[in-house]
């Protein structure tokens, strides 16, 4: 047993040491990039889900794979290209490539398997792919600028919307990039997949856990529209503290939602199973 956690303690220091370029680029991203802030919880949540399930873990049977081996190449050529300017994301996703091999070298596909909710978890910490990034922001912007517009109209309020621009009363909002909605989208998405493990452990809750990580894209596109709109209606909430503010507290209303959701989501499954 001493031995095979040498082997452990070996493997995720090889790991640490060959991805360490990658990881700092990680935290920097995480640490500059208020749409990635997110990501410094998934670390701290996937051990505590790790030290939660270890009674399980120590159960399964030690069947190291070959195939893991077929996993650390790839991981080693993606993270070389990465190296040679494909990207942080390359070489982040070559990490996380790698650690699956290493487990499946050493623990097999049981352990592998059993790990899959941690592995779920640690895709919320990639850094954003770019060409993904940049081909939603403008289309998000748009949207969170019609819909703003709506609510705004429906809420007896005038206004012109020019694109991304609205005009409320000769004050102009305009919908930047970093106003997107992208940061509420991967931090509800986070949160719901959270939020399902731990409130749906019984088997089969697998549609619910779904259910809810696709719920949280819209909340967080209403959520990001309804900021838009309460910076046009009211000026002070365009910049500054009180915008920081305001996205803060629109942030919770959406975790109160996303339960809320949750226990709808947990109701119509129960009523379907009886």
């Given at each position: 047993?001493?031995?095979?956690?040498?082997?452990?303690?070996?493997?995720?220091?090889?790991?640490?040491a060959?991805?360490?370029?990658?990881?700092?680029?990680m935290?920097?991203?995480?640490?500059?990039?208020?749409?990635m802030s997110h990501g410094?919880?998934?670390?701290?949540?996937i051990?505590?889900?790790?030290?939660?399930?270890?009674?399980?873990?120590?159960?399964?049977p030690a069947?190291?794979n070959?195939?893991?081996?077929?996993?650390?190449?790839?991981?080693?050529?993606l993270?070389?290209a990465?190296?040679?300017?494909?990207?942080?994301?390359?070489?982040?996703?070559?990490?996380?490539?790698?650690?699956?091999?290493?487990?499946?070298?050493?623990?097999g596909f049981?352990?592998?398997?059993a790990l899959?909710?941690?592995?779920?978890?640690?895709?919320?910490?990639?850094?954003?792919?770019?060409?993904?990034?940049?081909?939603a922001?403008l289309p998000?912007q748009?949207?969170?600028?019609?819909?703003?517009?709506?609510?705004?109209?429906?809420a007896?309020?005038?206004?012109?919307?020019?694109?991304?621009i609205?005009?409320?009363?000769?004050?102009?909002?305009?919908?930047?990039?970093?106003?997107?909605?992208?940061r509420?989208?991967?931090?509800?998405?986070?949160?719901?997949?959270?939020?399902g493990?731990?409130f749906?452990?019984r088997?089969?809750?697998?549609?619910?856990?779904?259910?809810?990580?696709?719920?949280?894209i819209?909340?967080?596109?209403?959520?990001n529209?309804?900021?838009?709109a309460?910076?046009?209606?009211?000026?002070?909430?365009?910049s500054?503290?009180?915008?920081?503010?305001?996205?803060?507290?629109i942030?919770?209303l959406?975790?109160?939602?996303?339960?809320?959701?949750?226990?709808?989501?947990?109701r119509?499954?129960?009523?379907?199973r009886?």
């Amino acid at each position: 047993m001493s031995s095979r956690k040498s082997v452990v303690v070996l493997t995720v220091a090889a790991l640490l040491a060959c991805y360490a370029p990658a990881l700092r680029g990680m935290f920097e991203q995480w640490r500059t990039d208020e749409d990635m802030s997110h990501g410094f919880l998934v670390p701290f949540v996937i051990l505590w889900v790790i030290w939660r399930e270890r009674e399980r873990w120590r159960a399964l049977p030690a069947q190291p794979n070959w195939w893991g081996w077929a996993l650390l190449a790839s991981a080693a050529i993606l993270h070389f290209a990465g190296a040679l300017g494909v990207g942080l994301f390359a070489e982040s996703l070559a990490f996380l490539i790698s650690v699956a091999g290493a487990v499946l070298c050493l623990g097999g596909f049981s352990w592998l398997r059993a790990l899959a909710f941690p592995f779920i978890l640690a895709l919320f910490m990639l850094p954003k792919l770019a060409l993904v990034y940049n081909q939603a922001t403008l289309p998000l912007q748009l949207l969170a600028s019609r819909v703003a517009a709506g609510m705004l109209t429906v809420a007896g309020i005038g206004v012109i919307r020019e694109g991304n621009i609205l005009d409320v009363g000769g004050h102009r909002v305009a919908v930047v990039e970093a106003c997107n909605g992208i940061r509420y989208l991967l931090s509800l998405g986070f949160m719901g997949v959270v939020f399902g493990y731990l409130f749906d452990s019984r088997s089969g809750m697998w549609a619910v856990r779904l259910a809810l990580l696709a719920a949280a894209i819209p909340i967080a596109i209403v959520a990001n529209a309804a900021r838009v709109a309460a910076a046009g209606w009211m000026p002070a909430l365009d910049s500054g503290f009180p915008h920081e503010l305001s996205g803060w507290f629109i942030f919770v209303l959406c975790l109160a939602v996303l339960l809320i959701t949750r226990q709808l989501l947990n109701r119509m499954y129960v009523l379907n199973r009886s």
